[in-house]
């Protein structure tokens, strides 16, 4: 026989007699899973979406499209995002960069910044309209000031960029645990001699910063802006428990028409969107931020 | 009876031969080292006996038996891991007891034996202590002890002392050797370490590129290299190389008229120890130009040139020599080799 | 840490003084707004009326709190939303953990893609597929019930568990396993008396992990049910009908449990988030 060919099929016999099947067995349960209930929902999704009466149709992305709310909550939606995620990264990093500096109280301090990580977006919006409300805190504390003199309300129709500014500090409040969680582990796997080597030929800290830190937590950095906008375009509970339907968000039109209109294949769409919206971002992150396994530590 | 013998065995992994037909025999009771350069197959080998790879082809047999398809645990053998691999969530007590207790041997003797070995390895005062609390030198005592406890047919070690400090790494090869001498077990060893090789081992098996390149007692490694990479690899300094051209079956080396093996023609390869030379008058000897000379205390150590040859010579402590001296120095007939210059094989020793 | 404590005796006292401050405001940023609903929840009608407020904690009593407890609905929501934590860390631990495993331990001919799988998840906002769900779970009997809250809420935890435990066990040595192998273990015997006791602590923080993401979902469980909400779904019905301080009181309930797990796996944080960003 060739001999090519003989040592092809020895080395393919070899690797299946070798192959294991445990491995298969251990992810099984988890890929059926996922595959019933992620992959599944996530097709019925589009068809929902994409379909009217059995059919292909556009009919439920142009009653979307058309909808009074549709531009508000497209709007809203990405406000939101753009207002909140830059803040969180920033204050997480300086979070991360605060607590590299001191020694005792580190523990209590981290757990302390970590406490929200547990909070839902309802219950933030809860917190924070205990504090934004027309007798909250807020206005007690601008009444004492002498800033305003009479109860002003801040969560209403009438005054949206009010309004949304509550929202995302409620949403800043609440989600810059997360950033802070995974840019602090990032930062614990760069050696601190780097940032040393670095102090040692001169460079100041901002220098060391921009030049040192940010490039080595890459990684970190990137995983928390995919995380932390995905999850910024979900955004809901807050936003209703803090405005109702004043200020429409995606999730909350998604919501709207599966619960009170009862519309199916609207709020698929909506679920459509939101989906490649979070899939761009995603893809955008990963261009932008280019993470080199070889550059890296 | 435990012997083992490694029969025709390969592993590949994906496009990498690990380990291309490799044989050895090992007899029982006897101790023979894996020694070679990281990356030679030789844990890789030893991993295959232990049950923990298996070959892509070949066969072991352990007793007589082939042990392919068993479970490590079905062959009657015991380990001392790399970082030692001692349980951290069980006592000193219990990670030695662990093999008889899997054995479901009954207090008395489970008692017994730790007692034993822990008394060899002089681990009595921490048997209640967990792992974390000892120092790596303890810990290697613990898996050893471990190891012995439950009297194994084979035991395997895999660089069981590359974690340990330079001092503590010579306490614990003394120590092992005394241990395993009484215990007789059939030991193979694996080191990248010559020195701990030559010392403990009946036989050394020298590897390099997934092949056994030399299986032979340590003196006889040392003195007979039968590859230039094994002259290389064993010996501080290693062996020195230097190329001379052959006339009419005899090299020249400074007034020494040296007859080369049959068959060798043009250039061969003199493989020269360090120690197998002598210091004569620059008149009479072959010339080596120093440039650096290293007192060591129990030696002196010159690293020049000989035919713009670098070499490293070792003489006495008690010559003086400083960089930059050109000296004379005469080769020990009996203690040279020759190799081949092209296949680095050497010829087979002169009658 | 010898090196991060030694830093602050050569920092000038002025700098020592700008790194507190900057702490103790973050601090406060994140405890204060908490200490408000707290005394939101705890004060009662007259509280929520109260004008201007001095934010000091007088007036206050746990009877307001205990008073929404006993309220229509919130005892069995809360309940609910318990039901539906534990099935969530039943399935994600029982069919992430193996799959973390097998992630960790073996090379075989697919794990890319199905590291891709479970890191595809994290692009997906997935509480937007409860929406399609509703039909088949109508179908299956499982709508208004805490079982398919569990189910939806283990396709978020699931995937974070299977990475999180691929960490924990790559965290514990591959030799130890070997070890056991060596001296009479088989591998079902040495998973059980090795790797499962050093693992454990991870794992039940991910387990931890779990019960939080679904006790703090909103939307999958206020589209999933009717009259068998969860705590969250629940509030976010009667939200617009119930009086400020009962919604405190539900911001608090909802604050206190997640507050605590979160203390309990306090030194777990990191390293988890440290392997699950990677």
């Known amino acids: 026989m060739w001999p090519g060919i003989r040592s ?21 349960p988890s890929v059926a899973f996922l595959a019933l209930l992620f992959v599944a929902p996530l097709v019925q999704t589009i068809w929902l979406a994409l379909s009217e009466n059995g059919a292909p149709s556009l009919a439920n ?30 204050i997480a990093l300086a979070m991360g960069t605060l607590v590299a500096k001191i020694g005792a109280g580190r523990e209590t301090i981290l757990w302390i910044w970590t406490i929200p990580l547990g909070i839902s977006d309802l219950a933030a919006g809860m917190v924070w309209l205990a504090i934004l409300q027309n007798t909250g805190y807020l206005n007690s504390l601008l009444f004492g000031l002498g800033l305003i003199e009479r109860q002003t309300a801040w969560l209403t129709y009438q005054t949206p960029v009010a309004l949304f500014v509550g929202i995302a500090v409620a949403e800043i409040w609440r989600g810059t645990a997360i950033v802070m969680v995974i840019i602090v582990a990032g930062l614990n796997q760069v050696p601190r001699e780097y940032r040393e080597a670095a102090e040692i030929f001169g460079a100041g800290p901002w220098t060391r910063f921009w030049r040192i830190t940010l490039p080595l937590i890459r990684p970190a950095l990137q995983s928390a802006l995919i995380l932390r906008t995905v999850l910024a375009f979900e955004v809901f509970a807050v936003v209703y428990a803090l405005g109702g339907r004043n200020f429409p968000v995606l999730v909350g039109e998604a919501y709207t028409w599966q619960n009170q209109n009862q519309n199916y294949g609207v709020a698929g769409a909506y679920a459509v969107l939101i989906m490649v919206i979070s899939l761009a971002a995603t893809v955008v992150y990963l261009k932008a931020i280019k993470v080199d396994p070889e550059r890296l530590p | 009876m435990a012997d083992i013998i490694i029969d025709r065995v390969q592993k590949t992994f994906a496009a990498f031969h690990a380990l291309k037909d490799v044989s050895l025999t090992i007899g029982d009771g006897e101790f023979v080292s894996l ?14 006996i232990a049950g923990l790879e298996t070959a892509t082809a070949g066969d072991v047999r352990i007793g007589g038996k082939t042990v392919i398809g068993l479970a490590p645990k079905d062959r009657g053998l015991a380990m001392v891991f790399q970082n030692y691999a001692v349980f951290p969530h069980m006592t000193v007590y219990e990670n030695v007891a662990f093999g008889l207790r899997m054995q479901k041997a009954d207090d008395a003797r489970v008692k017994a034996q730790v007692e034993r070995t822990a008394g060899l390895l002089h681990i009595e005062e921490y048997l209640d202590r967990y792992p974390n609390r000892l120092s790596g030198g303890q810990r290697q005592r613990v898996a050893v002890a471990r190891a012995l406890a439950v009297e194994p047919k084979v035991l395997l070690m895999d660089e069981p002392l590359s974690n340990l400090d330079a001092l503590l790494r010579l306490e614990m090869r003394t120590e092992l050797k005394t241990v395993l001498q009484s215990a007789g077990t059939t030991t193979i060893y694996v080191t990248h370490d010559q020195t701990e090789a030559m010392g403990l081992s009946d036989r050394i098996a020298v590897m390099h590129y997934g092949v056994i390149e030399q299986v032979g007692t340590p003196v006889e490694v040392y003195n007979h290299p039968r590859t230039r990479f094994v002259g290389g690899f064993i010996g501080s300094p290693p062996m020195n190389f230097i190329r001379l051209p052959v006339i009419a079956g005899e090299v020249e080396a400074g007034g020494q008229k040296l007859a080369v093996p049959a068959g060798a023609t043009g250039e061969i390869l003199l493989g020269l120890r360090g120690e197998a030379v002598e210091r004569v008058s620059t008149a009479d000897g072959l010339p080596m130009h120093v440039r650096v000379a290293e007192p060591m205390g129990s030696h002196l150590l010159l690293t020049g040139s000989i035919r713009d040859q670098l070499v490293r010579i070792v003489l006495p402590a008690s010559e003086t020599v400083r960089g930059g001296d050109t000296i004379g120095l005469k080769l020990d007939r009996d203690r040279l080799t020759w190799l081949s210059p092209d296949s680095g094989k050497a010829y087979p020793a002169t009658p | 840490m010898s090196a991060a404590s030694a830093t602050p005796a050569n920092f000038p006292s002025s700098r020592r003084w700008l790194v507190w401050s900057g702490i103790a405001a973050l601090c406060a940023w994140v ?13 009662g009608r007259q509280g929520v009326y109260q004008w201007p407020k001095t934010g000091l904690p007088t007036g206050i009593s746990i009877e307001p709190f205990l008073l929404f407890l006993r309220s229509e609905g919130v005892t069995q929501s809360f309940l609910n939303s318990l039901g539906a934590a534990g099935i969530t860390v039943v399935l994600s631990i029982a069919l992430g953990a193996p799959a973390g495993y097998a992630l960790a331990r073996y090379s075989f001919v697919g794990k890319d893609s199905y590291r891709l799988l479970v890191l595809l998840t994290r692009a997906f906002p997935l509480a937007i597929l409860a929406l399609p769900l509703t039909v088949s779970f109508i179908r299956l009997g499982l709508y208004d019930t805490v079982y398919g809250v569990g189910l939806i809420h283990t396709v978020l935890a699931l995937p974070f568990a299977a990475l999180v435990t691929q960490g924990i066990f790559l965290g514990v040595p591959r030799e130890l396993e070997e070890a056991a192998w060596i001296f009479g273990c088989s591998r079902v015997q040495a998973f059980f008396k090795v790797v499962v006791p050093l693992a454990m602590p991870g794992i039940v923080a991910t387990a931890v992990f779990a019960f939080v993401i679904s006790w703090n979902e909103v939307f999958a469980a206020s589209v999933l049910t009717v009259r068998n909400r969860t705590l969250t779904a629940y ?3 009667v939200l617009s009908e119930s009086p400020m301080h009962f919604r405190f009181a539900g911001g608090l309930l909802l604050i206190l449990p997640s507050v605590v797990f979160i203390f309990a796996v306090r030194r777990y944080l990191f390293a988890i988030w440290g392997i699950s960003s990677k």
């Open chain 1, 8 to 28: 092809f099929r020895q080395r393919r016999y070899q690797m299946t007699s070798n192959r294991s099947w445990t491995p298969y067995l251990l992810i099984l």
């Open chain 3, 235 to 237: 509030l976010l019905t």
């Open chain 2, 35 to 48: 020694l070679g350069p990281s990356g030679c197959g030789k844990t890789t080998l030893l991993r295959i």
């Open chain 3, 31 to 43: 405890l204060v707004p908490i200490y408000l609903v707290a005394l939101g929840a705890l004060g």
């Open chain 1, 61 to 90: 992305m142009r009653t979307m499209v058309n909808d009074l709310n549709f531009v508000p909550s497209l709007r809203n939606t990405f406000l939101l995002a753009l207002a909140v995620v830059p803040v969180q990264v920033a």
